[in-house]
């Protein structure tokens, strides 16, 4: 009797990488970085216990590029030194089992700042109330912190890349800083970075650009990306397909999509109520705007893995 799951196990392509199955651990919160930037022990058991599993590939936990925007938990740093030799040893531990691992770039929170972590005024696309406290009225970046950001970026890549990484995800999604530039609801800018389809995509645009330029034809990057942010006023699935053919034509190899912003939190960490594979409503429209290869998070069985 032959295994109905077949198809999940084989090999598939992201670009020019090859994967040996078509499952792919989503970016989660581990909360094992040091407080000096470096990945700890426990960081790396995690990750090489997940490759040994059978995994295809592994999308870490976000890394922030930036000081400035990052408002969130120590995480790996990748403009520090002194992380590059156990995140090294990260991408060993996992290329050991034949996984790939895929390092997450973020730029940070915006107005999803929690307070207590960070105690400032959070920052954002704009001068917008803050998530967890509408009372604080979030600083906007400048255009010149916003040019400025990009120069991170390029460092992060040229970290990512030389630690022996095999791919790159944009932390784009959930409302988070990136977001915030996309949707009009968060984005009341006025210069070249909001208003039109074309200024509100144009940081996110910068960005894949900046990491393509740093890391190459070959390395792929994955774009991730909330579709439908399942509350009035949030961008919907026919708001979001220009964005991700821009993305495609801006050279991403992949998107990960799926649903929410933090004013519909149960998407962000689904929940058992929402049932098997509550996101994958979103891939239907998508596949008939890109060709590249789609990723879906959200409460997957091997049931509904396979039905995709």
Known sequence: MGNKYARLFEPMKIGKMNLKNRLVMSPMGTFTAMQDG???EEGLMHYEECARGGIGMIITAHFFVNKVTAQG????SPDNK????????????V???????????SPGSGRNWMPGVVERVPISSSEIPAFF????ICRALTTEEIKESLKDWAVAAEFVKKAGFDAIQIHGHAGYLIDQFLSPIWNKRTDEYGG???NRTRYAKEIVETVRGVVGPDMPIIFRIALDHRFPGGRTIEDSMPIIELLEKAGVDALDIDCGAYETLDYIFPTAYLGEACMAYIC????????????????????????L
């Open 196 to 198: 039109s389809f074309e």
């Open 284 to 307: 239907e429209e998508a596949r008939k705007h890109v060709k590249i290869p789609l990723l879906n998070t959200g409460s997957h069985s091997p049931e509904t893995a396979l039905e």
């Open 133 to 136: 406290n509408p009372e604080i």
């Open 95 to 105: 290329h050991r089992w034949g996984a790939k691992i895929c390092a997450q770039l």
């Open 38 to 40: 470096t990945e700890s």
């Open 73 to 76: 938990r120590p995480t790996v």
């Open 82 to 93: 002194r992380a590059i030799p156990k995140t090294t040893v990260l991408c060993e531990r």
